[in-house]
């Protein structure tokens, strides 16, 4: 008995310790998961609240049911919301509209997120520069891709945003049923190449327009007149031709020669008059496209709301696009910029994550787009003069530009000869969703700290002006352009078409004897050449730049880009022209003829006075370029490249850009292969985009290492 208490009281301890285990691992339990939910939203923020650009939308749907970007104001300025508004209430059903510039991510996924946090039922519509892209219903009956479906078929690509609505719009309204059938009709009718006609035309349609009119004005007038004398000519050589006299015509021979004389010249006069009044009402087209005028508010919206952001916040990322940039590179961007700003010579950088597109208030230009930043900044309350570094980052193509206001920087290699894995990135960034372009942020501000200081304050200059948007959208007048040239060649046809009547009739020799050959061919630039076309124009090309230098008496061209790059091209053949005769010649690839090429062709126009340093970079064989846009050339992907066009693409890049593609440039490969003209390995063509003297400097530079 003595024994017992001490087992009593052990069994005791032992049981109360174990109900104390079991409570502790009850209350680990319960407590892991929800420790666990701070540390997955430090690691990943999507994941516990709703995506920035989503969250954005919704809030804009909340206050109206129809968002118009202010980034496309000269294709969808944001004062055309009320027309949008008056075509969603003929759906019968909420409708919530968003028009957004065209983007990579999944319009489909976007709308489910921006009706979840929305919170409300109804009919989602996605829009971007070229129509309907993405609809879907919620709670609501509606056939949403059949009468997607049916504005795409039935629409020609330039219908625009507005009457792709429309359409879509008259569908819905039609029924289910209805709206399935049409769509398989429409469907049915595209894949038979019954393809819907254009409905405007471009700058060099209006300028054949042109032309034609004025071969007819000149031509068919002066051909009544020539042709007229023609017979008069042959009824004098043969007057047994002529009919007889009736024998009741009382007439004074001198009457019935006035009126002959009168009459060819007054039938001459009518057919030009007519000519030039119904032009005008056959050729009738005086847009480019179906935009509408934007208004000023439409033109500032933008610039204003960036730089509202920017008065608060040195980096601003545009909420309407997906999210580049996560917290923890935005709070390191953000301790870059504030050690910059407090270390020697250095000052403000401002940081924009913005598209640029050639539809918006800059038309796709950088600096201009800066500038405008800069001068909406400086007129903010208490920021005064807005000096800084201004980055634009574009978060569709990923490219980089950096431009200087007022720092003590060498604003000229910020601004062209950055690095290019700071301004294109590489092919990690080409394939990244983000451009990687927290990275590359980060080593521009690596950059910065090291570049040069100056002893005074520099600037990137003034930018040129955007074309306004009624110039741009403007057709030219039918009565300009190649209507001069198109008098003149009417004119010739005219006399031609008469020396050909009048050589019949027996007058041949005279006319033949003023008739000139033509003295140029055209300009020949296929997009699939062979190498042995290549090795050919190559020689000409080099051949005929030699020739010009040595009739050139300056002694001043070894100064000059004529030599340069005349001197590159030599550096490519060896200095041995003879070198391009033979087909089989050793480290002749298509490429090095390519550039070869180039380089002749850009040291002759050189010596002419021309000194363009850009040319096509769709087809370098077009010749120079005359402007830049963001097109896309690849057939894989929607990613667009800011190029370098020549006349003719760029009239397609508005009119027709899927021609673009067709019209690339490829290059002989292995194994029967074709590649782009800019991606063989080892090619220098690969700096071609930065221009000709770039290009020059590549194999110049090249050469020095071999």
């Not at 209350?27 to 701070?38: K, Q």
């Not at 300056?554 to 000059?560: C, Q, S, V, W």
Request: some cysteine.
């Amino acid at each position: 008995m003595a024994g017992r208490p001490p087992t009593h009281h052990t069994a005791s301890g032992a049981f109360r310790l174990l109900l104390t285990l079991c409570g502790l691992t009850a209350l680990l339990l319960v407590c892991a998961p929800l420790a666990a939910t701070p540390a997955r939203a430090a690691d990943g923020p999507a994941a516990s609240r709703p995506p920035v650009q989503a969250a954005y939308l919704a809030d804009r749907l909340s206050e109206n049911p129809v968002h118009i970007t202010d980034q496309l104001p000269r294709e969808i300025p944001r004062s055309m919301a009320p027309d949008f508004a008056r075509l969603a209430e003929r759906t019968g059903v909420p409708t919530y509209v968003l028009v957004l510039p065209g983007q990579s991510t999944s319009g489909e996924e976007l709308l489910d997120a921006v009706h979840d946090l929305l919170g409300r039922d109804g009919l989602f519509v996605l829009l971007d520069e070229s129509g309907v892209r993405q609809a879907a219903a919620y709670g609501v009956r509606a056939p949403a891709e059949a009468a997607r479906t049916t504005a795409a078929f039935e629409l020609s690509y330039d219908a625009g945003p507005l009457r792709s609505f429309g359409r879509f719009v008259d569908v819905v309204a039609q029924g289910t049923e209805k709206a399935e059938a049409r769509a398989d009709a429409a469907r049915e009718k595209f894949r038979n190449g019954n393809e819907p006609e254009e409905m405007y035309i471009g700058p060099s349609d209006r300028q054949n327009q042109s032309f034609v009119t004025g071969i007819a004005l000149a031509g068919v007038p002066l051909t009544i007149l020539l042709l007229a004398l023609c017979v008069r000519r042959a009824r004098r050589r043969f007057p047994r031709a002529a009919p007889p006299r009736p024998k009741d015509d009382t007439r004074p021979t001198a009457t019935r020669t006035k009126w002959r004389r009168l009459l060819v010249p007054g039938l001459a006069l009518a057919t030009a008059a007519a000519i030039a009044l119904t032009a005008p009402l056959v050729f009738d087209q005086t847009k480019r496209g179906p935009a509408p005028l934007p208004t000023s508010g439409d033109m500032t919206a933008r610039v204003e709301r960036i730089a509202k952001g920017l008065a608060q916040d040195p980096v601003y990322a545009d909420p309407e696009s997906p999210r580049v940039l996560d917290e923890a590179q935005l709070s390191r961007l953000h301790d870059r910029i504030e050690r910059f700003g407090r270390s020697e010579g250095g000052g403000p950088v401002y940081v924009t994550a913005v598209p640029h597109l050639s539809e918006d208030a800059s038309a796709g230009d950088g600096e201009l787009f800066a500038a405008a930043v800069r001068a909406k900044l400086s007129k903010a309350d208490g920021i005064g003069e807005a000096d800084g570094v201004y980055v634009v980052a574009d978060p569709l193509t990923g490219y980089i530009d950096v431009y200087n206001h007022g720092l003590r920087l060498e604003s000229l290699p910020l601004r062209s000869d950055l690095p290019e894995s700071i301004s294109y990135g590489d092919d990690r960034a080409d394939e990244a969703d983000d451009h990687l372009l927290g990275e590359r942020l980060d080593a521009l501000m690596t950059y910065l700290d090291k570049a040069p200081r100056t002893e005074e304050p520099t600037t990137s200059g003034d930018p040129a002006r955007a074309p306004s948007p009624k110039e741009e959208n403007s057709l030219p007048p039918l009565f300009a352009t190649d209507f001069w040239p198109g008098l003149f060649v009417g004119a010739v046809a005219a006399l031609l078409l008469a020396g050909l009547v009048a050589g019949v009739l027996g007058i041949v020799g005279a006319v033949l004897h003023r008739r000139r050959p033509a003295e140029m061919l055209p300009l020949s630039a296929p997009s699939a050449p062979s190498k042995a076309y290549l090795r050919r124009n190559a020689f000409a090309e080099l051949l005929a730049a030699a020739e010009a230098f040595a009739v050139t008496a300056d002694e001043n061209l070894a100064e000059g880009p004529a030599w340069t790059r005349y001197d590159a091209a030599m550096f490519l053949v060896d200095g041995d022209i003879n070198r391009l005769r033979s087909s089989g010649a050793r480290g002749v690839d298509p490429a090095t003829l390519l550039a070869v090429i180039v380089l002749a062709r850009a040291s002759r126009n050189a010596l002419d006075g021309d000194t363009d340093d850009r040319c096509c970079g769709v087809n370098p064989l077009h010749g120079p370029s005359v402007g830049r846009r963001h097109v896309r050339v690849s057939a894989e992907g929607n990613r667009r490249r800011m190029l370098s066009l020549c006349p003719m693409c760029l009239d397609s890049a508005t009119a027709a850009p899927h021609e673009l593609r067709e019209r690339k440039l490829t290059l002989p490969g292995p194994a029967g292969t074709r590649v782009p003209y800019d991606e063989p390995e080892g090619s220098p063509l690969w700096v071609l985009g930065d221009g000709i003297s770039r290009l020059a400097s590549a194999v110049r530079e090249s050469s020095h290492v071999h």
